[in-house]
């Protein structure tokens, strides 16, 4: 930490961009951790909310369930015992006569109301079984049987024979029989001994006997009926799949959302695996099924728009805050790049400006006290003097120059002038610094009537381009590594563009050239290759860079090209359109 914010010694570009990283990486840290945290937290409580909605739907499915279970317990609670023979006595007060009147449970149709339910029976003190379905004793005797039955009766005897089996199959039923003393409140109870039947019983005085009462329910037809039945009425606007266990058994359900927003349920015969299923809830049956649990569970918790266009403004938001701090990243980088060559930039104008002047001082000086005699001697000495001097007019000039295109209005007035006269600049702006290096200078046409086509160019920042790019040449020419006269030349070539709307300078030298990482960065502010200390080439790196924003400035383009040997820098400016080229 103390690195970071500490300013009292001076950090090299290294060590800047390195605390620049870390900073950036506290400051990224700092803003998405909260952020990424309060959208943990509303996400979480948007999981919390959405389940606990559906815990509410399976709370009303389960309740609409119980309901149903209620309802049909409360139908059976509500039948008198008297209709549990199949023939009972009503009293006419009207005619003071008694008749006998089947039981309004000894049709079938008063079993077939809903899937599971078997039947109703009556067992006296002696156990003798009877059903409001049949008007004999069961087991049946052949004496009973003196005459062909009828499809009814035969469905009504076959269904009152499997009662008959099925109550002899639970002790406890046997056990109730013995009871001498009826209940308080005619509701039936439960016996859940069988595997795949439930009886429900009560103990009742009819007809001044004491009788067991009851009715005979099929497990899994008859829970399972219920469900679908309640489902079909319950608004689970997501698919869902619902497990029924017991100690006895296990049925699984699967409520879809159809096409018309409805609800279709369906029984399967196993377990359907959801992807990313999400346990919802488990509720418990009431009395007489509190044995029995129902299992909800679904695919995946749904999303609504709103939360969804919640989570696109977070994820918009993330990606602003990294892309902010990439960028604040990046330009921290070039600002720390920029003021690093600003630093070679001061120490290259330094020495650019110290040598010529230490230079002119010591001949001036020497000039003056009268040291040198002789007349060839102080002609070199102020020729010398002249040449150092104009060097550093052109240093002072292009850092002028820089300064004015960097202000809003610059100082450019293009207009179009003709080749021919373009060429002469290039010469007479060359000829001294060709001829004080040895340099020879070669200018080409490739189009007829190349010198009398205008192109659009301000002659001053012409001339300051073709300085520029001359001394460059000439500066970068390493003598003793190349040690070759005939490569110690400039070529320019006028040539006529593709499009015929513009024309092509290009600017070729024999140089030890570039490599690629320089052609990328040749034109940049303050850009020189190599290291400041071990730099054997004067310069301070805004030669090019002016030169590029002097192109610009006169709606030309400018593009540098590896040659083999050298480099070609090649600049297009705009033709006049009614000339003939």
């Known amino acids: 930490m103390k690195y970071l914010f500490?300013?009292?010694k001076l950090l090299n570009h290294t060590q800047r961009q390195t605390r620049l990283k870390w900073l950036t990486s506290l400051f990224f840290?700092?803003?998405?951790?909260?952020?990424?945290?309060?959208?943990?937290?509303?996400?979480?409580?948007?999981?919390?909310?959405?389940?606990?909605?559906?815990?509410?739907?399976?709370?009303?499915?389960?309740?609409?369930?119980?309901?149903?279970?209620f309802k049909r317990i409360a139908l059976a609670n509500a039948t008198p015992p008297s209709h549990f023979d199949y023939v009972h006595a009503l009293y006419n007060p009207t005619t003071q006569q008694v008749s006998n009147i089947l039981s309004p449970l000894s049709s079938v149709s008063s079993i077939e109301r809903y899937s599971g339910h078997l039947g109703f029976f009556q067992l006296d003190k002696e156990g003798q079984f009877n059903s409001p379905l049949w008007p004999h004793p069961l087991p049946a005797?052949?004496?009973?049987?003196?005459?062909?039955?009828?499809?009814?009766?035969?469905?009504?005897?076959?269904?009152?024979?499997?009662?008959?089996?099925?109550?002899?199959?639970?002790?406890?039923l046997s056990a109730q029989i013995k009871q001498q003393?009826?209940?308080?409140?005619?509701?039936?109870?439960?016996?859940?001994?069988?595997?795949?039947?439930?009886?429900?019983?009560?103990?009742?005085?009819?007809?001044?006997?004491?009788k067991v009462q009851g009715y005979v329910i099929e497990r899994e037809a008859y829970i399972n009926n219920i469900?679908?039945?309640?489902?079909?009425?319950?608004?689970?606007?997501?698919?869902?799949?619902?497990?029924?266990?017991?100690?006895?058994t296990k049925d699984y359900f699967l409520s879809e959302v159809n096409q018309q927003q409805g609800v279709n349920v369906s029984q399967l015969n196993e377990p359907m695996t959801l992807h990313n299923q999400v346990l919802i809830n488990s509720e418990s049956l009431n009395w007489p099924y509190k044995e029995y649990q129902i299992h909800y569970s679904t695919a995946s918790l749904p999303i609504s728009p709103t939360a969804l266009f919640g989570a696109t403004v977070m994820v918009i938001l993330l990606l602003a805050i990294c892309l902010a701090c990439i960028g604040f990243y990046v330009i921290g980088v070039k600002?720390?790049?920029?003021?690093?060559?600003?630093?070679?930039?001061?120490?290259?104008?330094?020495h650019e400006l110290k040598t010529p002047l230490t230079s002119i001082r010591m001949y001036a000086e020497m000039l003056k006290t009268g040291m040198v005699i002789s007349t060839q001697h102080q002609a070199?000495?102020?020729?010398?003097?002249?040449?150092?001097?104009?060097?550093?007019?052109?240093l002072i000039d292009n850092i002028l120059q820089l300064t004015k295109l960097s202000q809003p209005a610059h100082n450019v007035n293009a207009q179009y002038i003709n080749i021919g006269v373009l060429s002469d600049i290039v010469r007479s702006k060359t000829s001294s610094l060709l001829a004080e290096n040895n340099f020879t200078l070669n200018i080409n046409y490739d189009f007829d009537n190349a010198i009398h086509t205008p192109i659009f160019v301000d002659s001053d920042a012409f001339s300051q381009i073709i300085i520029n790019i001359t001394d460059n040449a000439i500066k970068f020419f390493d003598k003793d590594e190349i040690n070759d006269m005939t490569r110690q030349k400039i070529d320019v070539c006028f040539s006529q563009s593709d499009d015929k709307n513009s024309i092509e300078i290009k600017i070729r030298d024999y140089g030890v050239g570039i490599t690629a990482e320089q052609q990328n960065k040749i034109f940049d502010l303050f850009y020189r290759g190599g290291s400041e200390l071990t730099r054997k080439t004067q310069g301070t790196g805004i030669g090019l860079a002016l030169v590029s924003e002097l192109v610009n400035a006169q709606?030309?383009?400018?593009?540098?090209?590896?040659?083999s040997p050298g480099l070609e820098i090649t600049m297009r400016f705009l033709a006049q359109k009614n000339h003939s080229v």
């Open 6 to 8: 500490s300013s009292t």
């Open 29 to 69: 840290v700092l803003l998405i951790v909260p952020i990424c945290s309060v959208f943990y937290l509303g996400y979480t409580q948007y999981q919390n909310d959405v389940l606990n909605e559906y815990q509410q739907k399976t709370k009303r499915a389960t309740e609409n369930i119980n309901k149903r279970i």
């Open 141 to 172: 005797s052949d004496a009973n049987q003196t005459k062909p039955l009828g499809p009814d009766e035969q469905k009504r005897l076959t269904i009152a024979t499997r009662l008959y089996e099925i109550t002899q199959q639970s002790p406890e």
């Open 181 to 210: 003393t009826p209940n308080e409140h005619i509701k039936f109870g439960v016996i859940d001994e069988l595997d795949n039947y439930f009886i429900l019983h009560r103990v009742v005085e009819s007809m001044g006997q004491i």
């Open 227 to 248: 469900i679908l039945d309640a489902l079909n009425t319950v608004a689970l606007d997501q698919t869902m799949m619902l497990t029924l266990t017991s100690k006895h």
């Open 335 to 350: 600002q720390l790049k920029l003021a690093e060559q600003r630093l070679n930039f001061v120490s290259a104008v330094s």
């Open 380 to 394: 070199d000495y102020y020729e010398f003097i002249f040449s150092e001097s104009e060097r550093l007019s052109r």
């Open 555 to 563: 709606q030309g383009k400018i593009s540098v090209t590896r040659k």
